[in-house]
């Protein structure tokens, strides 16, 4: 069977962040935060609600984000 993650790139998302995690479990168990330095509450709530989180401080390039992001999982497809 083919495994699915959901992968999503935050910085200071605490208003948003437990609904989209929530949301994303409907879908998969591998929700991935890749914060970029959140100064709130972000990276607390996503792990709470059951999101691995990483960080990766934020270089201007959403491209590298995205990469470093995609080797986080050994899923077959990502989101």
Excluded: Y
């Amino acid at each position: 069977m083919s495994s699915l993650a959901i992968l999503i790139l935050t910085h200071n998302e605490e208003e948003n962040i437990v609904p989209v995690v929530e949301n994303a479990k409907k879908c998969t168990n591998e929700v991935i935060i890749i914060d970029s330095g959140s100064t709130d509450q972000t990276v607390a709530l996503a792990k709470e609600h059951g999101a691995k989180v990483s960080f990766r401080a934020w270089t201007d390039d959403f491209s590298a984000q995205r990469n470093f992001a995609l080797e986080q999982t050994k899923a077959d497809w990502v989101l």
